[in-house]
T-cell receptor, first 116, second 110 residues
Framework: DTEVTQTPKHLVMGMTNKKSLKCEQH?????MYWYKQKAKKPPELMFV???????INESVPSRFSPECPNSSLLNLHLHALQPEDSALYLC???????????????FGNGTRLTVT | TQLLEQSPQFLSIQEGENLTVYCNSS?????LQWYRQEPGEGPVLLVT?????EVKKLKRLTFQFGDARKDSSLHITAAQPGDTGLYLC??????????FGAGTTVTVRA
């Protein structure tokens, strides 16, 4: 079992819906990440939170809005998505704020999002 | 353009055979990590290599980091169906970002 828990596992939403993805870790990690992954492709970084503050936004459209309520929780709020946003959304955490080599990522199992 | 080039993209072998996956770059990395991702799951870290020339073994898996820290390889001996998955190399340069290779899909047939 992964130590990073993501809910829901699957989500189908229309283009006018508002939904949220949730991520939780209790490893005391101080950095948390959102990645987007298309089938048979590597994960693409979206956002990084370090010590509960947004430190990196990889030019993600504003229809994706991250939130870090506390050090264990990470949300991704979705609004007015497009069909091409359908993908596996992965949450990850690492012990330290982003650092060169001593922070391997611990991934959740993702939320499979389908936008209709 | 991918910062880390993985090859091959797909690999299908019979149980018991050996395989090698390569991860190459023109850039120097402070560390390289290998992950395996099974269908419906997130990537799971297999190993981190930090020192140029380093070799790490994990049961039937052998990981090597090139002397110049620009490339890495993953060798699996006597592959088993449980080794099936998407293998991803990922590296840190001197910045925050972990760059992923495009991945190698490995299928081990029973």
């Amino acid at each position: 079992d992964t130590e990073v828990t993501q809910t829901p596992k699957h989500l189908v939403m229309g283009m006018t819906n508002k939904k949220s993805l949730k991520c939780e870790q209790h490893m005391g990690h101080r950095a948390m990440y959102w990645y987007k992954q298309k089938a048979k492709k590597p994960p693409e970084l979206m956002f990084v939170y370090s010590y509960e503050k947004l430190s990196i936004n990889e030019s993600v459209p504003s229809r994706f809005s991250p939130e870090c309520p506390n050090s264990s929780l990470l949300n991704l709020h979705l609004h007015a998505l497009q069909p091409e946003d359908s993908a596996l959304y992965l949450c990850a955490s690492s012990q330290d704020s982003p650092a060169p080599y001593n922070s391997p990522l611990h991934f959740g199992n993702g939320t499979r999002l389908t936008v209709t | 353009t991918q910062l880390l080039e993985q090859s091959p993209q797909f690999l299908s072998i019979q149980e018991g055979e050996n395989l090698t996956v390569y991860c190459n770059s023109s850039s120097v990395f402070s560390s390289l990590q290998w992950y395996r991702q099974e269908p419906g799951e997130g990537p799971v870290l297999l190993v981190t290599v930090v020192t140029g020339g380093e070799v790490k073994k994990l049961k039937r898996l052998t990981f090597q980091f090139g002397d110049a820290r620009k490339d890495s390889s993953l060798h699996i001996t006597a592959a088993q169906p449980g080794d099936t998955g998407l293998y991803l190399c990922a590296g840190h340069r001197n910045d925050y970002k972990l760059s992923f290779g495009a991945g190698t899909t490995v299928t081990v047939r029973a």
